[in-house]
Every structure is written in structure tokens, then in C-alpha cells.
């Protein structure tokens, strides 16, 4: 039995000759493969016309197609949602396998068909309130193509039935009849006890928020159910058993969640990603790098810090920007002897390092909904990333600093300057897409799409490597992982809703305004809070709902608007990335195609530097302010 962080195929199928259930579960799949497959990569191909054609028709032709946009945002819910199908079938949503590993055989193969179950139990019991969802949406025309908003919201039941139908035939694969049995029977056990225990659990209030988004939520992820799903499930039974909020409000938040067009920039980013590796752009642009820095110990952990500076904030998506750069970086680093736990763990980190730097989505809310000057923002978002990039730099330092460097030895300077022309278009490539965005040529939903072409034309013409057969295996991958992340960041979506909803955000608010120590104690706890707040609510969640309550006591307590923006948004950003809760580790383990276990007793050490580099940030103030215009 193949126990390993993401569940790939069933764990109990026997070898023997196949009974006629399992040649029907085999037949099912093959069909249902076939057409959601080809479905799903129709979708990503579609997505990169219609935002392609929508930059050429704006910028060149002068002639804006005002349907793209909505479109593209009526396709992607169908493509995450497909994709979560693709996804399920092929066990490829992440899990944290950790405890589970630890278990004797029998105890783990009843986790692995639950970690099927569980999910299987969700999606038939949100099934009916995302038809009345559906149904609800189609009094609701769209404004550019007059279309019933029923095809787009369609996508969640359809998905979810696709889903119900990948996850029972997953089951019946597993010819484990007592094994399936038993986890179905301890399943709809729990859910027995929890429907009776209703009445017990509504009059506790919120302390039903413990019970659930930490109790319920921890109790399935070290049960190996994946996060997704664990989110689900902790939602669903909060708002079922402790409250009269009708389930269909919860589908609406998981379509908001999986519905903003800047995640769009994820699957598109993710194809760049395999673009460039197929082209051997990647190759190419490696290999450059690695004859400046292959000689120095830890050299390439230093250039994905470095990337990641780069191109963050070009995409407004910090998942997107991860996919940009780890399929360049992670082969060649691996063949190098780094471990992926830990390559997985600087990811992760990095994505917490430089959610300031411009154009961040994340500082364009805050001052949306705080009334900072987001120009303000944008200069003093720089440097806090430096010092917080310097404090990883230092981490790379220590845990390589005895590296075995003797078969590295340093190539010549006119073989650097022949790798560099050869690597120039492929090195040319951030700058490309960050002058697209600059220059306003794209938007940064639609940027990733110029990245496309050009790499198509660099790869037909001047590396002359391009793989058509491999395209088709490329856009069914990035659906699948689409699907896998972006039904992560919609389930996280309900369940902030369902926490806000409790009226925790205002107690939280006049609960900090009364602490102790002035400015720096109201620092110290906003660090810790929103530490714990971004790994539950996400980066905008958190700052919509608590940005204008706690901005305006950092004014009073004479906190600089801007300083108090770097503070909040670094100590979220480390709950955001930081596991065991936190959604964008689950992103970058997806995105690395590393299980979340192998990341775990590597991160610790990188986040350390970070809370470090956050208390630099916050005692100097003048690292936020230092370069404003008086």
C-alpha cells in the first residue's frame, strides 16, 4: 500500500483478476477521464484566447472587447471546478499525511478510503443547496453579454456532482467492500452525533468557533482529509448546527472565493511555468544562473529569494507567482541535492517575504478600504521585504554553509557570457511581463498571456524545442492543480465568512485597543493576531474586516499609517504561509508538488527569520517610512 502525502491512486486495489464491479468502476472512469479531461484543458486553452485577444483588440487594435473579461470570469469557475474534479479523481488534493504514516496498516487504510469519504459526504450533502444556488443566480443577467449568471453558477452543482460521481468510482476501484463500509458507517456516525448534538451546541456562541475552526479543522487534517474539504466540512457544520444561515449563503462564499478574476492569473501562470520548461527556456536560464552562483554554497536558494522579489506583484496572485518560478528553479535545485521539504519550505516562505512588494494586491486593499495612500504603499513596501529576505538569506547561509561544493567548480567568464546569450530571451522574460504591466499594456489577470506568447515564439524560433504532444498532458496538469488550489482559497473564503459572521472581529477589535504598552504593546498584539487571523482568513478577508476597525486606534496611539500597513501585513502573510493552517503552504506544496509532510521540519527555521525580520520592521519604523515624500 503507497502511502504518501497526496493520495494518487487507491490504496487497496487488489491485483487479481477484476470482478465485474471493478471492470464497471474501470469502464466509469475511463469515461468520466475522458471527457472531464478534455473538457478542463478546452477551458485553459480558451482562457488564454480570450484575455490574449482582449490585450490585442485593447492595446493594438484600439478596439477594447468589453465581454472578455466577463467571459473569462464565467469560464474560469468552470475550469477550477472541473479541475477539482480532475483533481479528485486523480487524488491529487492536498493532504497532511503526517500522523497518518505513523499508523499500523490497518488504521491507515481505513484513514485512506475516509480521506475519499469524507469528501464524498460533503458534496452530497451541499449538493441540493448549490442547485438552489444556481437556480437563485439566474435572476441575475450579466452586463456585457446579457447572459443568465445561471451558466456560470451551474459550474458548482455540476462540478460537485462530477466530483460525487469521481469519488464513489474511486471507491468502488478499491475493492475493499469492509474497509469502505467502515469508514462510511464512522462518517455517517459523526454526522448522526453532531445533527443530535444541535441543541447543545447552539447556546455556547463563540466558543462554537473553537469547536469548529480549530477543533473540527485540526481533527481532519491530521486525519488526512484534505484541506479543502476540512475547511468544508468545519464550515458546513457550523453554520448547519450553530446557526439558521441557510446553506445556499455558504455556496454563494465558496463562489466568491473561487470567482475573483485576479485568481485567474493562476492557471495561466502555472501553464507559463511548463511553457518554459518545455522550450527549454528554463533549461536555458538555469543554467546561466547556475554558472554565476552554482559555486557558492546555497546558490540557487538565493535565486529563487531573488526571483521571488522579482516577479512578486506581477500577477496579484502570490500562488501565481509561485508557479512562475518553482518548475524553473526546483529540477535543477534538486539535481543539485536539495531536499524538496525544504525547497517546498523557502517557497512558502518567500511568498510571506514579499507580500509588499507593488503591485501587491493585498496593499491595494488595505488602502482601498483604510483611506492610506496606496502610492504611500507602494513606496514603503520595498525595503521591509529586504529585510525580511535577508533574515531567509541567512537561514540559506547556515543550513548550507557545509555543502560539498568540490564538483562545482567555477566555469569561465567567456562561458558565463556564452550561457548568457544563450539564457538573454529567457532571462528577458520578468522584465517583459513587469513592462507589460507598468506600461499598461495588460492588466495583471491578462499579463501571464503575453509571457505565453512570447515564450511559444521563443521556443518555436530560437530554442527550436516545442513538444506539441506534450501540450494537451500540460493543460489537463495545470486545470488539475487549478482546480486543487483554487477550491482551497473558496472553502477558506465560506469559512472567514462563517467566522466573521459570529461578530469575533468587532471583540477581537475593542479587545486590542485596550491593551497595555501604548504603540509598541498594540503592535506586539496585532503581530500575534493577525498571525492567527491570516492563517484562517486569508490576506483580503482579514484586511477588509479588521483593516478599518484597527487602523484607526494605530492613528491615535501615533502608529504611522503606512508602518502599521507593513506590520499587519507581514505577520499575515507568515499565518498565511505557515502550516499547519495556513492555506498558501498547502499552495506552494501543490504548486512544488511536494506532500505537505515533507515541508513541515524544514519551515520552522525559515519562519523563525521571518518573525525576526517582522520585529525589525515594526522597531524601526523608519524601514516602512524612510522613503516617503515628506
Known sequence: MDISGILSEPPAEARGPRSPVALLAAGLDRGLTAV??????????????????????????????????ELASILFLWLSMLGAVVALRRGEHMRMTGLVGRLGP??????????????????????????????????????????????????????????????????????????VAAAAAGTAAVIGLAWLAAPVLEPLGQANLLIFFVGVVAACVFAGIPIAFSFALA??????????????????RLDEGMSHLILLAVPLFIFLGALIEMTGMAKAMIQFLASLLGHVRGGLSYVLIGAMYLVSGISGSKIADM??????????????GAKPGDL????????????????SIVLITIGSVTGVSIAALFAGGMLPAVVLGVGLCAVVWWRYRREDLSQMPRPAAREILRLALVALPAILLPF?????????????????????????????????????????????ETASLTGAIIFIVGCATAMAWGLTQSGFSQDLAGWMAGIPGGAYGFLAISIV???????????????????????????????????????????MGIGLFAPPFGVGYYGACAVAKVPPDEGLRHIWGYVVALLVGLAVVAAVPWISTGFLAS
Request: hydrophobic content about 60%.
Open 323 to 336: 508557479a512562475a518560478i518553482a518548475p524553473v528553479l526546483f529540477p535543477e535545485m534538486k539535481k543539485r
Open 529 to 571: 493576531a493577525f498571525i492567527l487571523l491570516g492563517s484562517v482568513l486569508e490576506g483580503i478577508p482579514a484586511i477588509v474586516l479588521f483593516g478599518p476597525l484597527l487602523f484607526p486606534i494605530a492613528r491615535d496611539l501615533g502608529v504611522h499609517e503606512v508602518h502599521y500597513a507593513m506590520v499587519v501585513i507581514f505577520a
Open 36 to 69: 472531464v479531461e478534455a473538457a478542463a484543458a478546452f477551458l485553459v486553452l480558451a482562457e488564454i484566447a480570450i484575455l490574449l485577444s482582449g490585450v490585442v483588440a485593447r492595446y493594438l487594435l484600439h478596439a477594447p472587447l468589453v465581454w472578455s473579461d
Open 432 to 476: 517583459v511581463i513587469r513592462a507589460a504591466v507598468v506600461e499598461g499594456v495588460a492588466t495583471a489577470t491578462e499579463v501571464s498571456t503575453i509571457g505565453i506568447a512570447y515564450s511559444a515564439v521563443m521556443g518555436l524560433l530560437v530554442y527550436r524545442r516545442f513538444d506539441w504532444a506534450r501540450l494537451r498532458p500540460m493543460l489537463v
Open 235 to 252: 464550515t458546513f457544520g457550523y453554520l448547519s448546527l450553530t446557526t439558521s444561515t441557510p446553506l445556499v449563503v455558504m455556496v454563494g
Open 106 to 179: 490497518r488504521p491507515r487504510a481505513v484513514l485512506e478510503v475516509l480521506a475519499v469519504v469524507a469528501p464524498l459526504a460533503f458534496l452530497a450533502l451541499i449538493l441540493h443547496p448549490a442547485v438552489d444556488y444556481a437556480g437563485e443566480e439566474s435572476f441575475i443577467v450579466t452586463p456585457a453579454l446579457e447572459l443568465s449568471n445561471a451558466w456560470r453558477a451551474a459550474a458548482i452543482p455540476v462540478g460537485m456532482t462530477l466530483m460525487i460521481a469521481a469519488a464513489g468510482i474511486r471507491l468502488l476501484r478499491m475493492r475493499a467492500p469492509g474497509l
Open 344 to 359: 517546498v519550505a523557502l517557497l512558502s516562505a518567500t511568498g510571506a517575504q514579499t507580500e509588499t512588494i507593488p503591485p
